[in-house]
Structures are given as C-alpha cells and as structure tokens.
C-alpha cells in the first residue's frame, strides 16, 4: 500500500506527539529541531488542517492531530515489531559464512570435526562462491575472502598469509633439480586465476626460470589441486590450502620452494557485527585453527 505523503514527516509529527516536544522528538530522531518543524509544516499543507498548536509554552495537539497519532502509533509500533523479530532471528540463528569453495573443501572441512557445532552461538550456514558476495545486501553475514585485506566499509582480519608453491602427483616428478625442471617444463601447468603471483614464483625458481610446455588458467584453486592429484599436470597453488592433500599422500611439493603470495586469508564482515557474539566465537576458532 502506497502512503501519499513522506514517511519522515509522519514519523516527525509521531514522534513529537509523543513527547509533545519538538526538541524532545528531534534527540530520538537524531535531527534538529529546525528539521522536525519543517517536516511538520509538510504534513500540516499536504494535509491542509493544524496537527499541533502552541498555548504559551506548551505544545497541545488540535483534534486532527489527536485523530491521526493513534493510527501512526499502532503503524510504528508493528513496524518496530517487525525489525525487532528479524534481528532477533539474526542475531539467535547460524551465522552465514561465505568463501572460496577451494578454501571450504581444502582447508575448512579436514578441521570441521574440531568445531564446535553444538555449542550454543556456534551454528553456522556455510555457502560457497567462486566470486565475493555482497555483505552489506545480506547475502551472508560474513566472509572468508583471499586478498589483501581491502575491502571498502568492511572490517577485514588476517587469519594467515597465503605461499605458493608447484605440486605434482607423488612420483611425476622425480630425479635431481634439473631433472624435475626438465620433467615439469614438458607438463600442463594448472593455476588459479585467483592466484596473481604465479609467474613470480616461476621466475624465483633456483636454475629456472620455470618454463612449462603449457598454462591452463581456471578459476578454481581446486580443479589445479585436483588436476595435479589426477596426474593430468602440474599446479601452482596456496601452500596452506594444498597441506591436507599433502598430509594424504595424494601431492607433493615438487622443488620445496614456497614463495610469499602476497595476499592473504581474511574473516571480513560488516561493522555492525563487529560485537555480534558468534563472530567472535567464529574468529576465535578460526584463529586457533590457523595458529
């Protein structure tokens, strides 16, 4: 239903009905007293009648102004009703974690038994996306994101910085230095178009620079894992997201150089959830986690 005149003037005549004080009204409203008359003199012309009358040094409400504010009273009151129910769900429900599904399958999930679902203000809804969503739409309360820490009007903490290294199928590439630079420079290289640094870790390479046959971009860190794994190349990849496969013996660093990405594993949120308990539970875990 379309109200026919603004929302503010309503709640400025509501407000100072209330308290039967402009300045009274304007301190809830966080505005001035000059703001709170002008949005009355827009109600009193758009409706053409006197809503309040001053007698001496009190403000008194004529007839057509003790006739609307019942109705406005009981409109905001069900209003507050509505927003107070939805942060409450927000603030009792799981807390909405989003991140890279690389991250979530590869570092998240061989630690998820560790966490401690059960305990109260640690549920979570967990999605995952190859691309950054929008926390301020609430598509998620909160992300796990790989980057810089950067992020315009979001809070952002390092949970730890990322290193790159090549990975090949245990026994792909085997023999001295130079043999396993002959051997990988013939294969597919796999890298993640999140990971900007891989030609740097090429050219830092000890009798490199490393040149190979050919470079598949995708835009998953974990299909270069798995294709690694697979046999089917070789793979540049995060370090701290490869360790589980590693740990399985289903990878292997092929020369042991870990090279600094430059970017890092951040938990970026919005500012007002800054204080919100299950972050805190959340950061608190994931930190203990990464130490």
């Not at 403000?59 to 406005?72: C, F, I, N, R, V």
């Not at 966490?115 to 691309?131: C, K, V, W």
């Not at 390092?158 to 090949?168: G, V």
């Not at 597919?188 to 009798?207: A, D, I």
Request: hydrophobic share 40%; glycine share 8%; net charge neutral.
């Amino acid at each position: 239903m379309r109200i026919p005149v603004p929302l503010n003037a309503l709640r400025a005549f509501e407000a100072t009905a209330r308290h039967l004080s402009i300045k009274e009204a304007a301190m809830e409203l966080s505005v001035t007293p000059s703001a709170v008359s002008h949005q009355l003199r827009i109600l009193e012309e758009l409706f053409g009648v006197v809503l309040l009358r001053r007698t001496g040094t009190r403000l008194e409400l004529t007839d057509a102004g003790h006739k609307l504010t019942p109705y406005l009273q009981q409109g905001f009151t069900q209003i507050a009703k509505g927003v107070d129910s939805l942060r409450q769900k927000r603030r009792d429900g799981p807390l909405r974690l989003n991140m890279l599904p690389t991250f979530a399958t590869n570092w998240l999930s061989p630690r998820l038994s560790l966490y401690p679902f059960e305990r109260r203000g640690f549920s979570l809804e967990i999605s995952t996306t190859q691309d950054e969503v929008d926390l301020a739409a609430g598509v998620a309360d909160v992300g796990i994101w790989y980057g810089n820490g950067h992020w315009p009007e979001l809070q952002a903490d390092l949970l730890f910085e990322a290193t790159i290294d090549l990975y090949a199928r245990p026994g792909f590439a085997t023999g001295s230095h130079r043999d396993r630079l002959d051997r990988v420079s013939q294969a597919n290289l796999f890298v993640s178009r999140h990971c900007l640094t891989w030609q740097r870790w090429m050219e830092s390479l000890p009798g490199g620079p490393f040149k190979p046959a050919v470079v598949t971009q995708v835009d998953s860190g974990g299909l270069t894992l798995q294709a690694a794994a697979d046999g089917v190349g070789v793979s540049i990849a995060v370090c701290e997201l490869a360790d589980s496969a590693v740990r399985l013996g289903r990878l292997t660093s092929v020369f042991e150089h870990p090279v600094n990405a430059d970017v890092g594993f951040w938990l970026v949120y919005p500012d007002a959830l800054r204080e919100d308990r299950r972050l805190e539970n959340l950061r608190s875990w994931l930190c203990e986690q990464s130490a």
